[in-house]
């Protein structure tokens, strides 16, 4: 049997293995907590990512590591030889760094530095460990920022659009095409993919650049603004991405798929598209199954999460549905 050991169990491994097993795969999962989702679908190892001893026996046996969770210690990555590698860990978990590189490569940004360099208004964002817009605030006027925060020019978005990337081990890249999300408090509320009238040849030149300096090899996500018709990028993320969950349904080989044989060093599936999709995240409350699967084309994904404030606990998606029913499972999912 071939396993895949993943740092963190969430609702990412938990798609993982849904999407691995039927390729002959089994799975085991270190999480800290023990109600970690994945451990449906898999093997799941309690305790801290920094545990060694844990460490060695998520590893043990396993054709390959990775992780799911891109705040997992740069040490722990590498004494598990986790692939992607822990350079792509080491470049995105600092903002600064993360931004610099953008810059190095060629890809545009936001202004960004000091509250001097951005200009006012800007987004004060921290560093390290920011996720869903959490640890962010808007500066309009001058103050001095903590040693860990970084300015943002506040750009003033038509969209945000993300796109999600993969590269083999003998270094094919293959692109979905770019999905336009919507967000709701910071959190992804709605995907469509694809993006009408996106940039795709400009968004793919950039992620390519990105995943070659990376020397990368699985699941990538870029997360853009387009601003007056160009595109800046925002941030990436060295995993699988909630933007990409639409190729479950609605793409011939989904993203979890597609990270899986890059990681395993498999050949490729094919990103295309079946049809127009739409993915719904259901965040905070779960609407009653009937009224999810009454929804024409539903198809429903829901993680086996307590549900909780601003806490993702399923998405539902529509591939070829109306624009009607899509805002149909958005009133429900908010309601
Ligand atoms: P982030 O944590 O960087 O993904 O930011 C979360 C959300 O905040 C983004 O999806 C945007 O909606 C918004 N945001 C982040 N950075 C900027 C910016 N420089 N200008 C305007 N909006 C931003």
């Known amino acids: 049997m071939t396993v895949v050991a993943c740092l963190g169990g969430g609702q990412l491994g938990r798609m993982l ?60 990555a590498q004494r598990v030889g986790a692939v992607p590698g822990s350079r792509a860990l080491e470049e995105g978990q600092d903002r600064l760094r993360e931004k610099e590189l953008f810059k190095r490569l060629g890809i545009p940004t936001a202004r960004f530095g000091s ?9 004060v964002k921290s560093r390290r460990l920011g996720y869903d817009g ?20 506040l750009v003033s978005f038509a969209r945000e659009l993300s796109l999600i ?11 979905y095409p770019l999905a336009e999300n919507v967000h709701r408090d910071g959190i992804l509320q709605v995907s469509r993919a694809p993006a009408a009238a996106g940039a795709d040849d400009v968004a793919q030149g950039y992620g390519r650049r990105l995943l070659e300096e990376l020397d990368y ?3 990538l ?5 387009e601003v007056d018709g160009e595109l ?67 198809h429903v994904h829901l993680y086996g999460k307590e549900p909780r ?8 998606t529509f591939v070829g549905a109306s624009e009607e029913t899509v805002a149909e499972a958005v009133r429900l999912a908010t309601s």
């Open 134 to 153: 959490k640890g962010q605030r808007v500066a309009r006027s001058a103050e001095p920022l903590a040693e860990d925060e970084l300015a943002e020019e």
């Open 217 to 219: 090899v699985g699941v």
């Open 115 to 123: 509250l001097e360099e951005t200009g006012l208004p800007a987004i």
């Open 309 to 316: 404030p601003g806490r993702k606990v399923g998405h539902v």
């Open 17 to 76: 293995a849904l999407a691995g097993i039927p390729l002959g795969l089994q799975f085991r999962f270190l999480d800290p907590s023990a109600e970690a989702c994945a451990g449906e679908v898999g093997a799941l190892l309690v305790g801290s990512f920094d545990d060694e001893e844990l460490l060695d026996r998520l590893a043990d046996g396993a054709a390959v590591v990775t992780y799911e969770f891109e705040n997992v210690s740069v040490a722990a």
């Open 221 to 225: 996500a870029l997360e853009l603004f």
């Open 165 to 175: 990337a993969v590269r083999g081990r003998d270094g094919e890249v293959a692109f």
């Open 232 to 298: 800046l990028a925002n941030e990436f993320a060295p995993r699988v991405h909630n933007s990409g969950h639409w190729t479950i349904d609605g793409a011939v080989t989904s993203q979890f798929e597609n990270h899986l044989r890059a990681i395993l060093g498999w050949p490729l599936g094919s990103t295309a598209v079946v049809a127009p999709s739409a993915m719904v995240n259901l965040v905070g409350s779960i609407p009653a199954i009937e009224q999810l699967l009454a929804l024409s084309g539903a």
